[in-house]
């Protein structure tokens, strides 16, 4: 409200209130109602504004409202300069201090000429019991005041405005996250403390990850299409997400590999513990929590989830496949009673749902990633397409693979020690994690001919290791074999003298 009037204004209001007490002591019953009526009609005529309130969370309270944090944002850019009274929102993890317009302040905006007023309040529900984290309940929302001559532009121009406005700042802003699920122990009141998060400043990109240019190429292409494919998967029905499978031995460079996908899209990061999660219920919980622009990942997923129990189930389940498909209802009863009974945590059909669209109503763009050291210990109902939509394997380091590292470590395009690196690298198994930790320089005395030694050194080894367990193993085969032969053998042997010695009983009987 315009601060001139503000005097006259409070002793209006005094009048009023006087009036208002002799109004219910001298009043007829009957014909108060009346005047009621009619003095709102008056009052909705004298009082020329209009108010509209946005609310920080949505009425199912699940989610921060977007309208709520745009206009934040634009109003903390404004109200810098503006208000009396700001707020320093905390600050930790290096993040910025933020300045937003503190609680009960007034700023003043004009657009197009037309002069409007924003306030910010919040409500503190009253509830019966004591709440033990009282902060968590609060509601904040912020309200806006303008005159009803000027309802069309601001309803039709300038909302649009502040919204654009806002969600702009949000993206010069937005310092990219790394988000852990915590325990639900540690979930309190309903404003989000499901994820904690830090920064997200994993240096790795595509350009330092070692691999084929052309797979690489083909990763990047994949992703840039679905960051742009709003429409499409709109015009297609389907939920704006992606499904990525990352799998190959430890130290290939999955995990480098989601955070060059995460700095190549510009998208945050939630690293999904599943082992905390206690059940599909809080897994959904979780996931309605999780914004767009985010890439979900479940590292380690044949540790996450007891999947060979399920599959166990399922060859179970096959051979009394005939009750099945004749009752598919009771079959699903009985496994669901069956994850009850087991006090189950998430399950694979939780998992399932919850890849294939539960979560789709909370907006898109999302790509979920799943890593596995064994992709053949997975369900096939995990991984099937559709549910993860690309399979990437990240193998032992190829020689295009080492010129990346080798560039990265040692700043080399080409050596003469590549040659035989290429060589080796044909000849045995080595991963990007050791090639990398071999070509990082131990000291300052060390320059890259020592590193490509120790590389070269490194290789030999393990060739020769890999040639003396290849032969182990042979010779273990070999007597394996040889003992099967012998226990065949003297088991023929035995049923030979069995089967001749009744011959000579026969003989003999004869
Ligand atoms: N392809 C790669 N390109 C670049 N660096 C790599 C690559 N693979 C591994 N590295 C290096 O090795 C380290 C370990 O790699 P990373 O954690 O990505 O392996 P991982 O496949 O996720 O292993 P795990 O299966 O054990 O989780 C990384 O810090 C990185 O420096
Ligand atoms: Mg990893």
């Known amino acids: 409200m315009p601060g001139e009037i503000w005097t006259q204004l409070s002793s209006a209001i005094t009048g009023l209130v006087l009036a208002w007490v002799m109004f219910e002591k001298y009043f007829p019953y009957q014909l108060r109602g009346y005047l009621r009526k009619y003095s709102q009609k008056l009052m909705g005529y004298a009082y020329p504004y209009i ?7 949505t009425s199912e309270r699940l989610k921060r409202s977007e309208a709520f944090s745009a206009i934040q944002n634009y109003l903390g850019s404004n109200s810098t300069k503006n208000a009396k009274r700001l707020k320093a929102d905390v600050v930790r993890n290096n993040e910025p201090l933020v300045l937003t317009m503190d609680d009960y302040e007034e700023v003043t905006d004009v657009f197009e000429g037309v002069k409007v007023w924003w306030s910010s309040s919040k409500t503190v529900p009253k509830s019966q019991s004591i709440s033990f984290y009282p902060a968590a309940d609060e509601r904040r929302h912020y309200r806006l005041t303008f005159h009803k001559s000027h309802r069309d532009v601001i309803t039709e121009k300038y909302l649009e405005h502040v919204l654009k406005e806002g969600k702009a700042i949000a993206v010069k802003n937005r310092q990219r996250k790394l988000f852990t699920n915590n325990p639900s122990e540690k979930w309190y009141g309903w404003k989000s403390t499901k994820w904690s998060h830090v920064v ?30 709003k429409d499409y998967y709109a015009k297609i029905g389907k939920a704006w997400k992606r499904g990525y499978l990352l799998y190959g031995p430890p130290g290939t460079g999955k995990s480098t590999m989601i955070s060059a996908m995460a700095n190549f899209l510009d998208y945050d990061v939630y ?19 999780t914004t767009g622009k985010s890439i979900i990942v479940i590292e380690d997923i044949d540790c996450s989830l007891d999947l060979t129990g399920q599959r166990k189930k399922t060859e179970k389940d096959d051979d009394d496949k005939s009750d099945k498909e004749k009752d598919p209802v009771s079959q699903k009863k009985k ?14 059909s939780g998992l399932l749902n919850f890849i294939d669209g539960l979560w789709s109503a909370c907006g898109g763009e999302r790509i979920i990633v799943f890593t596995t050291n064994y992709v053949d210990k997975l369900d096939p109902a995990l991984i099937r397409r559709g549910r993860m939509d690309k399979h990437i394997e990240l193998s ?9 590292l080798a560039k990265n470590y040692l700043e080399l395009e080409s050596h003469e020690m590549f040659g035989k690196i290429e060589e080796l690298l044909g000849e045995t198994k080595m991963t990007p994690a050791d090639v990398a930790e071999n070509l990082m320089p131990r000291s300052d005395e060390e320059d890259e001919e020592d590193c490509l030694n120790r590389l070269i050194e490194g290789l030999e080894t393990a060739k020769e290791e890999a040639r003396k367990k290849a032969e182990e193993e042979a010779v273990s085969k070999a007597e394996k074999a040889d003992k099967e032969g012998g226990e065949t053998s003297s088991q023929a042997a035995k049923e030979n003298g069995e089967i001749s010695a009744e011959a000579a009983k026969e003989n003999a009987g004869g």
């Open 51 to 57: 108010q509209v309130t946005f609310h920080e969370f």
């Open 200 to 229: 997200f400043e994993h240096p790795a990109t595509f350009d330092t990850l070692a691999m084929e240019t052309k797979k690489k190429e083909e990763i990047k292409k994949d992703l840039t299409k679905f960051s742009k494919g």
């Open 271 to 289: 690293d999904l513990e599943l082992t905390t999660v206690k059940d599909n219920s809080e897994l959904r919980k979780l996931l309605i929590e």
């Open 335 to 348: 496994e669901a009673e069956e994850e009850r009974k087991s006090g189950s945590k998430v399950t694979l």
């Open 396 to 404: 032992y380091c190829c020689f295009e693979a080492f010129k990346v």
